[in-house]
């Protein structure tokens, strides 16, 4: 691996992070999961500018570092199985030529909504399943809005 | 061209989601009836069991959360957990509705004298 490579893996990993700190001071409306995923801009530009498998090392250790800074060990539970389940979909959905940036985006959004509320259904039962249409709706506006700003780091910035 | 057919599929793909997550709320909401008890459960397992008839305070799991039943509604008021969550989801009286506080994995589920649909998932 290149230098410059581990330099710039380095550098998403870091800005992953702050965006997560970035929006944990955001106030929640009040719904378990609704949330903006400012990071997944971090794990987006990575997959694009340096391929799935930095991308899925930014994100899991991005996973890894919130939780043991800022969070708690539910917390890394529902984070885990979150990012997992949005990397997977987002690398697949990365390799159809049809999608695009945002397409991309909002995939990982959805999924990792509905992998949150599978990690949720494993530990608390089946009631959850009463948040998936609004996480669901919650997690293609917020994807639409950062797949937009990913699609213009994407184009404007040189590496 | 190419970025314009790029977009059509990504429009494509958030209308599709858009309407899912319409069909799922109509779906999962459908039929719904005001709940007779309010049925708290940890990890899953059902702790206790309150009428919403009958107005009270009941501290849950230990005191973490403090469940608040009164003029057939139920809320939580307080929370142990740095961010409330709970507390902000307000007050449910409809069968399947549900208050969840992640940290404790808790929840609070209305249900009512019959099954509902959700009951039929669960098997």
Redesign the interface.
């Known amino acids: 691996m290149k230098t410059k490579k581990i330099t710039v893996m380095a550098m998403c990993i870091a800005l992953a992070m702050i965006l997560s700190y970035v929006e944990s001071q955001i106030p929640?409306?009040?719904?378990?999961g609704v949330k903006l995923g400012l990071a997944n801009l971090a794990v987006i530009f990575a997959l694009y500018k340096l391929g799935w498998k930095e991308a899925a090392g930014i994100s899991l250790l991005r996973v890894l570092l919130v939780s043991l800074l800022f969070g708690?060990v539910?917390?890394l539970m529902?984070s885990a199985a979150g990012a997992a389940l949005s990397l997977l979909g987002m690398i697949l959905l990365r390799r159809i030529p049809?999608?695009?940036c945002?397409?991309v985006s909002?995939?990982g959004g959805?999924l990792h909504n509905i992998g949150q509320i599978l990690m949720?259904w494993a530990?608390?039962?089946?009631?959850?399943?009463?948040?998936?249409?609004?996480l669901?709706?919650s997690?293609?506006v917020a994807g639409?809005v950062i797949?937009i700003v990913a699609a213009l780091l994407i184009k404007r910035i040189k590496i | 061209m190419k970025?314009k057919?790029?977009?059509r599929?990504?429009l494509v793909?958030?209308a599709a989601?858009?309407l899912?997550?319409?069909v799922?709320?109509f779906t999962?909401n459908h039929g719904r009836q005001e709940g007779g008890q309010v049925v708290v459960?940890v990890?899953?397992l059902e702790v206790e069991r309150h009428s919403l008839a009958v107005n009270g305070t009941f501290p849950l799991n230990g005191g973490s959360n403090i469940l608040v039943i009164e003029n057939g509604q139920a809320w939580l008021s307080e929370a142990n957990c740095p961010?409330h969550?709970c507390v902000?989801?307000?007050k449910i009286h409809y069968t399947?509705?549900?208050i969840?506080c992640?940290?404790n994995?808790?929840?609070v589920?209305v249900e009512g004298g019959e099954s509902n649909g959700?009951d039929l998932?669960?098997g």
């Open positions: 929640s409306p009040g719904i378990p708690h539910a917390s529902y049809q999608f695009g945002v397409a909002v995939t959805v949720a530990l608390m039962g089946s009631n959850v399943i009463y948040y998936l249409p609004v669901l709706f997690g293609t639409v797949g | 970025a057919g790029k977009l599929w990504d793909l958030i989601l858009l899912l997550s319409g799922l709320y999962l459960r990890d899953g961010d969550i902000k989801q307000g399947g509705q549900v969840t992640l940290p994995r808790l929840t589920t959700i998932v669960v």
